[in-house]
T-cell receptor
């Protein structure tokens, strides 16, 4: 089955530690995105990638980093510089940047203790 | 002013009721509009796109008013399974960014 996966579903980390969230898709999509969702707020774009080896900052990129070495994979690292990292992180993909429909992974709920 | 604004609700309605949600957007250059559905602690999924002339998909009707910069979603004959949060999503025509509203929460009760 084609789809987009994220792991792990729940993640707990101590303050000051970097953590990497996985996102994989087998939809052959060029574009991939990372969002965070906080209670009472809409999804906010962290980073996006139009194509392999290319990525751009979104609205709230500070304290995060990404890589896009393979078309299928777009991991997100939450660094210790991110001041408020506890959130629900959603990865998405679309056929091309700005394509009408984005497909979302099941999300990773990160809690920093 | 937020780029995409929605009434957060919650909307609590009985089964069979008709319920409508509105959403306003600030960027007049926006090109594409969508409603996504998000179940509790799950990922958003596309419910329907919103076309200029309005469109219907079964019990769901979406409309766009470009002059007033709002879109709406009407749900007829509500089912228990319609209980979810409905996200208004607008494509920023300048940068191909999708802008998400915070969502409107709907609970349909027996």
């Amino acid at each position: 089955d084609g789809g987009i996966t994220q792991s792990p579903k729940y993640l707990f980390r101590k303050e000051g530690q970097n953590v990497t969230l996985s996102c994989e898709q087998n939809l052959n999509h060029d574009a991939m995105y990372w969002y965070r969702q906080d209670p009472g707020q809409g999804l906010r774009l962290i980073y996006y990638s139009q194509i392999v080896n290319d990525f751009q900052k979104g609205d709230i990129a500070e304290g995060y980093s990404v890589s896009r070495e393979k078309k299928e994979s777009f991991p997100l690292t939450v660094t210790s510089a991110q001041k408020n990292p506890t959130a629900f992180y959603l990865c998405a993909s679309s056929m091309s940047l700005g394509d009408n429909e984005q497909f979302f992974g099941p999300g990773t709920r990160l809690t920093v203790l | 002013r937020k780029e995409v604004e929605q009434d957060p609700g919650p909307f609590n309605v009985p089964e069979g009721a008709t319920v409508a949600f509105n959403c306003t957007y600030s960027n007049s250059a926006s090109q594409s509009f969508f409603w996504y559905r998000q179940d509790c602690r799950k990922e958003p999924k596309l419910l329907m796109s919103v076309y200029s002339s309005g469109n219907e998909d079964g019990r769901f009707t979406a409309q766009l008013n470009r002059a007033s910069q709002y879109i709406s979603l009407l749900i007829r004959d509500s089912k228990l399974s319609d209980s979810a949060t409905y996200l208004c999503v607008v494509n920023d025509g300048n940068n191909n960014d999708m802008r998400f509203g915070a969502g409107t929460r709907l609970t349909v009760k027996p």
